[in-house]
C-alpha cells in the first residue's frame, strides 16, 4: 500500500508565497511520475505541475514562471513552491503519485488535499 501526504497550505496575500510538500510512503518498487493537481469550487481537478522520474517538468500555463516543482534527494518527496501568488490560484491542491509497488503494473495515489487559499 502506499500513502501520500501533502502539508503546508495555508492563508496568503495575494503576491506572497507557499511551499508544498507531499511525501509517498509505503511498499515502493519504483515511482514514474509525482505531481500537483489543484481544484477550485465548481471547477474540474487541473494539473498544476508535475515531474517524471527522470526529472522533466511540466507546467500548467496559468502558473509557468510563477511555481517550480522539485524532488528531494530520495526521490519520493516532491515541492512545490508557489511565487506570486493570485485569488485564482485559491484551490484545494492534491499530491499524485503514480508508482508501482512492486515493479509491475503502476497505479495513481491521491493525498487527501491541502487548502490554500490567496485573499486579494
Known amino acids: 500500500q502506499v500513502q501520500v501526504v501533502e502539508s503546508g497550505g495555508g492563508l496568503v496575500q495575494a503576491g506572497g508565497s507557499l511551499r508544498l510538500s507531499c511525501t509517498a510512503s509505503g511498499i515502493i518498487f519504483s515511482i514514474n511520475a509525482m505531481g500537483w493537481y489543484r481544484q477550485a469550487p465548481g471547477k474540474q481537478r487541473e494539473l498544476v505541475a508535475a515531474i517524471a522520474s527522470g526529472g522533466r517538468t511540466n507546467y500548467a500555463d496559468s502558473v509557468k514562471g510563477r511555481f517550480t516543482i522539485s524532488r528531494g534527494n530520495a526521490k519520493n518527496t516532491v515541492y512545490l513552491q508557489m511565487n506570486s501568488l493570485k485569488p485564482e490560484d485559491t484551490a484545494v491542491y492534491y499530491c499524485?503519485?503514480?508508482?508501482?509497488?512492486?515493479?509491475?503494473?503502476?497505479?495513481?495515489?491521491w493525498g487527501q488535499g491541502t487548502q490554500v487559499t490567496v485573499s486579494s
Open positions: 499524485n503519485a503514480k508508482a508501482s509497488p512492486t515493479g509491475g503494473v503502476t497505479y495513481e495515489y
